[in-house]
């Protein structure tokens, strides 16, 4: 159980155009969704925290034009990367919690998308 | 600020060995930490987590331990083997940060046949 999955898995694109990447929880609801880049031997840092039905929150640093998160379901939430320059190329990664469970502050993550701006 | 750290980037082992990761937290408030896999190319992976009213869980191969008054968290690999071989995060919760994870910097373990 508590699957997550992402789409794409690659994705590599021009400097100025935009790209989706989605998220899934497959088997489960989740009512947080969070988002991450990462870069080649680095940690995970976090862009934002997607709650289901509200807007998202970022990060300091994290410009929200850019990075455009939607959450329209307990199961979907999407990051649009809106005009990506090379420096936008990175490993993005999703996770969920687990709706409704308060006693657990589990994330599951996603496969991760590797993003390459031409 | 305040954040999660490692202490050694790289561990090698050799394989039937025991390996031993550890990490340092500075937050206090803490109060749920998690260890994450992460093989080359793929999101992190659950391993094991623990609360801070705890000081030792066990799973299967796998123990962690949480010592509050130095703040300091370890992953315990039984017999370790060679898919064991990827990055180690821990990952660290404060109360009140609706589960938000600061994670540390990663250990590289390096299983040697």
């Known amino acids: 159980g508590a699957v997550v999955s992402q789409h794409p898995s690659r994705v590599i694109c021009k400097s100025g155009t935009s790209v989706k990447i989605e998220c899934r929880s497959l088997d489960f609801q989740a009512t947080t969704m969070f988002w991450y880049r990462q870069f080649p031997k680095q940690s995970l840092m976090l862009m934002a925290t997607?709650?289901?039905?509200?807007?998202?929150?970022?990060e300091q640093g994290v410009e929200k034009d850019k990075f455009l998160i939607n959450h329209a379901s307990l199961t979907l939430s999407t990051l649009t990367v809106t005009s990506a320059h090379p420096e936008d190329s990175s490993f993005y990664i999703c996770s969920a919690s687990l709706a409704g469970d308060l006693s657990t502050d589990t994330q599951y993550f996603g496969p991760g998308t590797r993003l390459t701006v031409l | 600020g305040e954040s999660v750290g490692l202490h050694l980037p790289t561990l090698s082992v050799q394989e039937g060995d025991n390996s031993i990761i550890n990490c340092a937290y500075s937050n206090s408030a803490s109060d749920y930490f998690i260890w994450y896999k992460q093989e080359s190319g793929k999101g992190p992976q659950f391993i094991i987590d623990?609360?801070?009213?705890?000081d030792k869980r066990q799973g299967q191969r796998v123990t962690v331990l949480l010592n509050k008054t130095v703040k300091h968290l370890s992953l315990q690999i039984a017999a370790t083997q060679p898919g064991d071989s990827a990055v180690y995060f821990c990952a660290e919760n404060i109360p009140g940060t609706a589960s938000k994870l600061t994670f540390g910097t990663g250990t590289r373990l390096q299983v040697t046949l």
């Open positions: 997607s709650n289901e039905g509200s807007k998202a929150t970022y």
């Open positions: 623990i609360r801070s009213n705890m």
